[in-house]
């Protein structure tokens, strides 16, 4: 009787709390529309507050303003080729228009910016640009989110967009390093026309492969991988933020993308093919087109074709002895990031070391050099690293780094390197490898991405250079290319240079105005 007593006690008490719970039905409904009209409100303020500081700017100036969004503006790297040049080319093509650059640099000016670029890339702007130092740029940096990265990148480039934003209205916001999160804010609060050019999408299928196939990656940590249910939750994570990607990137009036490899990924998840258009990025190939490649006498090509002029040393000189004493030079060009895979180049050269002997032709006739670019103090401590296992391999005395050069140093590094060495896995293009093809080095690149499917291609049926994807299979093409008649090796650099002329700086501007035409003639209404 009592265990009946207290059932029926139990089910008044839970008929109580339903009958509460549905009484604050309504009232929460109330208040949440309530809350929705005083947000849509406030964006409405916001909205019409930035557009009247854009017209007042507008009348104030004379003409429309266009903005790119580059928080590294000075880093040095193939996407801040791209933005130096889109600059250029609008400045030719629209003299009424100004333009603006967001950077995130700090402890810099603007001319020492500008002339950064154009020691770095041989760039020169026909006209002034005005820079905006952003002050926060630290909420897009990778250290500040040792955990969901991605998800904290991107929050943290909304934070930044909307600083930019406050800072400058423009007429047309491009965003030209890939925080597609940014496009929304400038889109419905600024009222601004928006274009994207991606380099790479901060989401892609391959990434989601990666984790569901529990494969361990510079993004995909060892204890993850290892763990069946941590995988299956990053999966859902990476799912979800593609879906926020894609609605993001949809906002773009104009998306340019810089490979085949990009193309289809962007299509995939941002889903605006009508709007969406491959324009490769600028490659300054034409600096180095009218360096001559010329084939060295047979007789002392035995062991490389190209002499670097660095002898083993003055002494080895004068003690005389045979054999060959040129020294082959392995070059990469790409920023210390961990996603260019550094350690890959040098664990391979290691390997391609340890068949070498002693004697001429052999260990002291082969050097790497790393050239690239450093953003910031991981980059630096990145660099060290890769010092650090240098040493641990024993490899540290063939071994060169040579960070921020000047674009004359990287020109002739190139000129007289044997191999151009790039290992990025889905290489969203490569600048670098374009570069390295044009100066007329032999490519050895990843067998993915935009090396594979749109540089290191076939020309008019001639082999343009050689791929491969891990330790062993670097050092034997390495092998092979040093192996190579002169003859051979000639024919192959002169196919890759003839096929790099589609990569021209002159071939980016013309494809980048078609792109944006629409949009610009709309400004100058």
């Not at 207290?6 to 529309?33: E, G, I, K, N, T």
């Not at 020691?119 to 740029?137: A, E, G, S």
């Not at 995909?220 to 933020?241: E, G, M, Q």
């Not at 076939?458 to 003859?487: H, K, V």
Request: with cysteine.
């Amino acid at each position: 009787m009592a265990a009946h007593d207290h059932q029926q006690h139990f089910s008044l008490c839970f008929c109580d709390l339903l009958r509460l719970l549905w009484s604050l039905v309504v009232p929460c409904a109330y208040l949440s529309l309530l809350l929705t009209l005083v947000l849509l409100l406030l964006l409405l303020g916001l909205r019409v507050w930035l557009q009247g500081r854009r017209k007042a700017r507008r009348a104030q100036d004379g003409g429309p303003a266009v903005a790119f969004f580059h928080p590294y503006c000075s880093a040095g790297g193939g996407g801040e080729r791209v933005l130096w040049c889109s600059l250029r080319a609008l400045m030719h093509r629209y003299p009424r228009v100004s333009f603006v650059v967001y950077t995130g640099d700090q402890g810099v000016t603007g001319e020492r910016i500008l002339e950064g670029a154009r020691q770095r890339f041989n760039i020169t702007l026909p006209r002034p640009v005005t820079f905006i130092f952003l002050r926060h740029r630290g909420l897009v940096e990778a250290a500040s989110y040792p955990h969901f990265t991605l998800l904290g990148q991107s929050a943290g480039s909304m934070f930044l967009g909307w600083e930019a934003l406050t800072a400058f209205v423009p007429d047309l916001y491009v965003d030209s390093m890939g925080y597609a999160f940014t496009l929304p804010i400038f889109r419905y609060l600024g009222g601004c026309k928006v274009a994207s050019y991606v380099h790479y999408p901060t989401v892609s299928t391959d990434m989601l492969s990666v984790v569901r196939e529990r494969n361990a990656r510079f993004n995909h940590a060892d204890f993850i991988s290892r763990n069946p249910a941590l995988s299956a939750v990053k999966v859902v994570y990476y799912c979800c933020f593609a879906l926020l990607y894609g609605l993001a990137g949809s906002c773009s009036d104009v998306v340019m993308v810089n490979s085949t490899w990009t193309l289809g990924h962007i299509l995939a998840l941002w889903r605006s093919p009508s709007r969406t258009s491959i324009v490769y990025p600028p490659c300054d190939v034409r600096a180095f087109l009218d360096i001559p490649l010329e084939e060295e006498d047979e007789d002392e090509m035995e062991e490389g074709w190209e002499e670097l002029g660095r002898e083993l040393g003055s002494g080895e000189e004068e003690d005389g002895g045979g054999g060959d004493r040129k020294c082959h030079s392995i070059v990469s060009v790409g920023q210390f990031r961990p996603e260019k895979d550094h350690r890959l180049q040098i664990r391979a050269f290691r390997k391609l070391l340890d068949g070498k002997g002693d004697g001429p032709g052999g260990r002291e006739s082969l050097r790497l050099v790393l050239i690239g670019g450093c953003r910031n103090q991981e980059d630096e401590e990145r660099v060290l690293m890769l010092r650090g296992l240098c040493q641990e391999l024993g490899v540290s005395d063939r071994v060169d780094f040579k960070l921020n050069v000047p674009f004359e140093e990287l020109k002739t590094e190139l000129v007289d390197a044997t191999i151009g060495l790039h290992t990025m896995w889905n290489e969203h293009f490569g600048i670098g490898v374009v570069e390295c093809m044009a100066a007329g080095t032999i490519v050895l690149a990843h067998k993915s991405g935009g090396p594979k499917l749109d540089i290191v291609v076939p020309y008019e049926g001639g082999q343009t250079g050689f791929l491969a994807d891990s330790e062993d299979s670097y050092a034997a093409a390495m092998e092979t290319i040093l192996a190579l008649s002169p003859a051979a090796r000639l024919e192959i650099r002169r196919n890759a240079r003839r096929s790099v002329e589609r990569f021209s700086d002159q071939e980016f501007e013309a494809c980048f105005l078609a792109a944006v035409e629409t949009l610009m003639s709309e400004l100058e209404r």
